[in-house]
């Protein structure tokens, strides 16, 4: 396990590209964490790591946002979902297969079905208003 600490939400993107430079297809990166702390932006450095320059947005209305000429990232909002069915209608698994790198916000609602290789990213409130503290396991940086 490893901890870090960002100040500002470049540092948060930055961590993210660090780890997107060494995915490769079929991971899963799973992220925990209340609303507000940053999800969407570490998976915006996540995709600048993999060399995507696709804007990156919060898929929270459509579920899943796909990156990349071949679908090299997917990036799904898990929020809404709670049973195996609904897991099931957003492409979870057919994206897994497919070779994409996944990025899970709300992992919290599938953590049954995450892979045991998955990256696991907990982002929390720090000390300060802008501070959050970004606990990875699953991949060395």
Sequence with gaps: ?????????????????????SLHGGRVVALFGPMGMGKTVFVTGVA??????????????????????????????MYRVHTWEDLASTGFFEYMDAGS??????????????????????????AEENERIITIEGIEL
């Design 1 to 21: 396990m490893q901890q870090f600490v960002s100040k500002k939400e470049a540092d948060t993107r930055a961590l993210g590209q660090r780890i997107g430079a």
């Design 48 to 77: 600048r790591g993999m060399g995507l320059s696709d804007a990156v947005s919060s898929p929270t209305f459509a579920i899943v946002n796909v990156y990349g000429a071949n679908d090299e990232l997917c990036h799904f909002d």
């Design 101 to 126: 790198v996944l990025c899970v916000e709300w992992s919290e609602n599938i953590e049954n079905a995450l892979p045991e290789d998955a990256v696991r990213v907990t982002i929390a409130p720090g």
